[in-house]
């Protein structure tokens, strides 16, 4: 049915029986502080509680087996590509210059260079997990609970839900329009050129957008009818009521992007340097 | 008593239009009765059921003249959200309303929306998914579920509104019968327990008075034309006058001149009671009737041989599907949902690759052809013609399938001008698409498989939705073709059109095909009825209740009669 990349896993995990509020915080404490920080000593530390989440979710890597290509993939190319668009912005950051080897021209391979890009692909592997497991420990019916939870209006946090609910639709109309169309010529299969191929999927989309049309204009009535809009607020039937352990896991997301500002910022700069 | 619904010299006029869609309305709905609004596509019956919601004119604006109270609210001076605690609706589209990503949700959803507590919201969802009996299903999401299952999911969505009256907008249109005869006996269920006061907007009047009904408002051009109980607008002929299809045993009497007025409970199938003296007459135009015959000795314009079939990784939908398809044949495809009746017809076409088994067209296997190879002999026509269609304008669209086969500009626009003639679209040429009614649209899409020029085309369920005036429209217009010598399959639900326009139907369920014969004969076989998700036909009822040993036989009469009585009403009038 609904695509098999990345989707909700249900297990009983600790992970799991937290409440997607909970996880959304934590996720998002990761990503800020992933982002924020270039101190190698707290991106370590966070990747080692992003492995034990992991752990405690009872998630196999066979699971997520497509997505975890994915990331080796992605930061293979990432790594190729920061040393070919500038190879010297290690150096320049932590202003100092150790070669190891030069290879041409502009291009030496420098301990400082080496250094900056294994944090940046450190980011990488510490966000992931917390990701996939946001998404694969969280029911997708408390995606839209957990957002306007921790702030987003719901009228705009629904429509996560709405989304996730109405993409297979409209995947089986594309798929369906998709072949009537090809019985009239428009084909869209790999022996057909790139110029054709582009013209070809206006003809399957015009008549996708038709029907997803008229399908809104019913699914807007029978919200109203139903009173969506009604109040400022709303209740979510799938809202996992907070327990004790989530209070913990926020208090401790608390904490820890704190002390991993503090840690940061120490040197007067984001940067953890071991060549000063 | 005192109204529940009071309609006072009501008329409305939306804005986008020039004339007013409802006139002058005066109607009185009393609590805990049960009407049946009907009335022709067009004739506002569906603009008076969005009055009472609260759709108009609180979503759809427009001009209101005098006053409708809903539980003594002025509903122009209220709100959809006050209304919406009061009426409850169940909209046309099973899937368009359902709004959440599991059962559960979907049922609470009102719920939510009133900052109901997380443990009320649990009980009351849960008796309400009682009430409509799909307690089992709370975690289901709606790919999971029937078209019929569905329809209980949106009813229960309303029910915990704890609503004082319901409204049905055309519940039977996306159902099979089998399910449609089940949803009209949860109506009646839920009316009986819980009773709120209901009202069905409905053109298949046969079907909905499966159960009984209070009163019928008939309705034509904005106006109410007839509000009276079922039994004595059935004996008028403001049905026929105003293109309602009135109930097959109801023309059975007729034609046998049984004197109707004399017949008790005629306003339902299961309470007709035929006397000594109407039972004779039957009997008595049906031996009077030439047996017709219908004999095809065509060769074999298609062949189907044990064809199995699966979607990668789940379970088997065909099982060993052999038929064949005579030359110049009208055939109906019927079946439960998800019995695998569209797989079979995409398979046909190409679409989908069997894993076993043959096709042969004309005799030659084009099991391997590809679907552009098989489209210039095979067409396929899909429901709602707003999934095929591309192109603003209509010659565009039609000559979409002839461009880049080599032919010039001259010879496509020939061809695309003789085919839009046979459909009667020439006038249109130069429209745009946007402008035609349901109806045109469906004839272009026709018309643009047509101009490929196949020799079969199958159409899914091509009177969907439709009234029986444009019912009647798209089956001349296929009868035309086919006397063209263009065979016509059929995906269908509906037994009028296997009775009236096929001279056989291939039933299937559980992925078999099960049946091959008559439609006559489908739909008088009570086991094949029940296990296919069919209803029998009340023609069938007349039969046994008369004592006719061969119903089957009487079942090709009617329709026969009726065929010939009908086209002789159109020449003299």
Redesign the interface.
């Known amino acids: 049915?609904a695509n098999k990349v990345l989707n909700y896993i249900p297990k009983d995990s600790f992970m799991h029986r937290l409440s997607g509020t909970t996880k959304l915080i934590v996720f998002l404490t990761f990503s800020f502080l992933c982002g924020l920080s270039f101190d190698t000593r707290v991106l370590l530390f966070l990747l080692v509680l992003s492995i034990s989440c992991f752990f405690l979710s009872h998630i196999r890597l066979s699971e997520v087996k497509l997505m975890s290509m994915f990331l080796v993939v992605f930061i293979v190319m990432n790594f190729i590509l920061l040393f070919i668009f500038n190879p010297n912005y290690g150096p320049e950051l932590y202003g100092s210059r150790t070669v190891l080897f030069h290879i041409a021209g502009r291009y030496d391979v420098t301990l400082e260079q080496l250094f900056y890009q294994f944090n940046v692909s450190l980011k990488y592997v510490i966000g992931f997990p917390v990701a996939i497991l946001f998404i694969a420990t969280t029911n997708?019916?408390e995606f839209a609970s957990s957002l306007s939870q921790i702030g987003v209006p719901y009228r705009i946090s629904y429509s996560v839900?709405?989304a996730?609910?109405y993409i297979?639709?409209i995947q089986t109309?594309y798929h369906?329009?998709a072949?009537?169309?090809?019985?009239?010529?428009?084909?869209l299969g790999k022996d057909v050129k790139i110029s054709e191929r582009i013209k070809n999927s206006?003809?399957?989309l015009?008549?996708l957008v038709?029907?997803s049309l008229?399908?809104i204009d019913?699914?807007?009535?029978?919200?109203?009818?139903?009173?969506?809009?009604?109040?400022k607020?709303?209740?979510?039937?799938?809202?996992k009521?907070m327990t004790a352990s989530d209070y913990l896991v926020i208090a401790f997301c608390v904490v820890l992007f704190v002390v991993g500002m503090i840690i940061t910022n120490q040197g007067g700069n984001n940067l953890y340097n071991p060549f000063i | 008593m005192k109204p529940i619904i009071s309609f006072k010299d009501f008329s409305f006029q939306y804005n986008a239009q020039k004339n007013p869609t409802l006139k002058h309305i005066n109607l009185d709905i009393y609590p805990g009765e049960k009407i049946l609004i009907c009335g022709a596509s067009g004739s506002g019956k569906s603009t008076l059921g969005n009055c009472i919601n609260g759709l108009i004119p609180f979503s759809y604006n427009g001009k209101i003249d005098g006053s409708l109270k809903v539980d003594d609210i002025e509903t122009k001076d209220s709100s959809i959200f006050e209304l919406s605690t009061k009426v409850g609706t169940v909209l046309q589209d099973p899937d368009g309303q359902f709004v959440g990503l599991t059962v559960a949700e979907d049922i609470a959803f009102a719920l939510e929306n009133d900052c109901v507590e997380q443990e009320k919201m649990f009980a009351e969802t849960l008796s309400a998914a009682r009430k409509v009996s799909i307690e089992n299903r709370m975690n289901n999401a709606p790919y999971d579920l029937s078209g019929g299952q569905k329809q209980r999911v949106s009813m229960a969505g309303v029910l915990v509104d704890k609503v004082r009256i319901l409204l049905f907008d055309e519940p039977l249109a996306n159902l099979d019968p089998a399910t449609g005869k089940s949803a009209i006996e949860l109506i009646d269920q839920i009316k009986k327990e819980t009773d709120t006061t209901v009202i069905i907007i409905e053109h298949r009047i046969e079907d909905v008075l499966w159960q009984k009904v209070d009163r019928i408002i008939l309705m034509d051009d904005g106006m109410i034309v007839s509000d009276c109980d079922p039994a004595a607008l059935l004996r008028s002929d403001l049905l026929k006058k105003y293109g309602i299809r009135e109930p097959l045993y109801l023309t059975q009497l007729k034609y046998a001149d049984v004197d109707i007025n004399n017949i008790e409970g005629i306003d339902c199938i299961n309470d007709l009671k035929l006397d000594d003296k109407a039972k004779k007459q039957i009997v008595k135009w049906y031996t009077s009737q030439e047996k017709p015959e219908h004999i095809n000795n065509n060769s074999n314009i298609l062949e189907v041989e044990h064809i199995d079939f699966r979607y990668e990784s789940s379970e088997q939908i065909l099982y060993d599907v052999s038929f064949a398809i005579k030359k110049g044949e009208m055939l109906a495809i019927a079946g439960k949902n998800g019995a695998g009746k569209s797989t079979l017809c995409k398979v046909i076409c190409g679409f989908e690759k069997q894993f076993n088994g043959k096709i042969l067209f004309n005799g030659e296997d084009i099991s391997n052809a590809s679907i552009r190879k098989r489209s210039s002999y095979i067409g396929y026509v899909m429901q709602n013609p707003n999934q095929m269609i591309s192109q603003a304008m209509i010659f565009d669209e039609v000559s979409m399938g002839i461009r880049n086969i080599g032919l010039s500009e001259e010879e496509i626009k020939e061809r695309v001008y003789s085919t839009l003639k046979v459909c009667g679209l020439y006038e249109f040429r130069n429209w745009p698409i946007s402008a035609l009614s349901f109806g045109q649209k469906k004839r272009v899409t026709i018309a643009s498989i047509l101009v490929m020029g196949p020799e079969i085309i199958i159409l899914d369920e091509p009177t969907a939705g439709q009234d029986f005036y444009h019912y009647t429209e798209i089956m001349e217009f296929l009868c035309e073709l086919n006397r063209k010598g263009i065979t016509i399959i059929m995906i269908t639900h509906d037994m009028h059109l296997m009775l009236e326009y096929t001279t056989r139907s291939l039933v299937f369920y559980d992925g078999r095909l099960q049946a091959d014969k008559s439609g006559s004969a489908v739909l008088c076989d009570e086991d094949l009825v029940d296990k296919a998700s069919l209803k029998e036909t009340s023609l069938f009822k007349i039969a046994t209740d008369v004592g006719i040993k061969d119903p089957v036989s009487f079942v090709d009469c009617f329709i026969d009669y009726d065929k010939k009585e009908r086209s002789h009403g159109k020449q003299s009038s």
């Not at chain 1, 019913?218 to 109040?231: C, D, H, P, T, V």
């Open positions: 049915m997708p019916s839900s709405l996730l609910r297979p639709d109309d369906e329009i072949q009537s169309q090809e019985a009239r010529g428009v084909a206006v003809k399957i015009m008549p038709l029907t008229n399908r019913e699914i807007a009535n029978s919200m109203q009818l139903r009173s969506f809009g009604k109040n607020k709303r209740t979510w039937y799938m809202q009521k």
